[in-house]
């Protein structure tokens, strides 16, 4: 009788959740010019309509949310030029070539952003990104307070709750800071804790769309 052999051996992950994080040094001058325009724009428009936070089917509880319709990357400014092309390009480039890879040289990604000021009080409701033509989401971390977790943390929830069964944690917790990106799919659920200083927690989210949406405008 012939002995079993071995003959293909695959270790293959079912519905991934790929979690990118990038830290990045030397980003004090870019990350106060950013500051001081998103705080400028929340001081101009948090009491208006131009606040996206204050529409129901947005997840910010409280704070400050740039209108929706608008991509923050369309303004004409140095800081944001900066973000876009230094930082915010090179890591989407980065995570589509580790999620798609052969295939991500035909993407021609389009992000589009928003800025999000949170202070003492409010939050995030769990929400995710998945909408049509959507390839990634992700944030990038401008100005955090000093908190204790899990105050202003990200959590991502375990897209598998059975799996609590056997150990695994119903979520993973990212502790925010100044120069940290962090891309996942659009369809991970996330949410952020209550910030309970008056100093701001401002951050860019964006949503990275497989292709640019029709004509933008620019504010």
């Known amino acids: 009788m012939n002995q079993p052999a071995v003959t293909d051996t695959e270790f293959k992950a079912h519905f991934p959740v790929v979690v990118m994080q990038r830290d990045h040094a030397n980003t004090e001058e870019l990350n106060s010019g ?118 202003g943390c990200i959590d991502f929830l375990n897209p598998l709750t059975v799996s609590q069964h056997h150990g695994y944690s119903p979520c993973q917790r990212i502790q925010p800071q100044p120069g940290k990106l962090i891309l996942f799919p659009p369809y991970h659920i996330h949410y952020v804790h209550p910030v309970t200083k008056q100093q701001p927690r401002v951050v860019i989210a964006f949503d990275v769309l497989a292709q640019a949406p029709g004509p933008q405008l620019v504010f």
């Open 34 to 151: 950013l500051t001081d325009l998103i705080l400028g724009m929340e001081q101009r428009y948090r009491g208006t309509n131009e606040n996206a936070a204050r529409l129901s089917h947005i997840a910010t509880e409280g704070g400050y949310q740039t209108a929706g319709e608008k991509n923050l990357l369309d303004l004409q400014n140095r800081y944001v030029s900066s973000f876009h092309q230094t930082l915010l390009m090179p890591a989407i480039s980065a995570y589509l070539e580790h999620v798609f890879e052969d295939a991500a040289a035909q993407l021609a990604p389009y992000p589009f952003a928003w800025a999000n000021v949170l202070r003492d009080g409010d939050w995030q409701r769990p929400h995710c990104h998945a909408s049509q033509g959507n390839l990634v989401s992700g944030v990038y971390y401008v100005a955090v307070p000093d908190e204790q977790p899990p105050r």
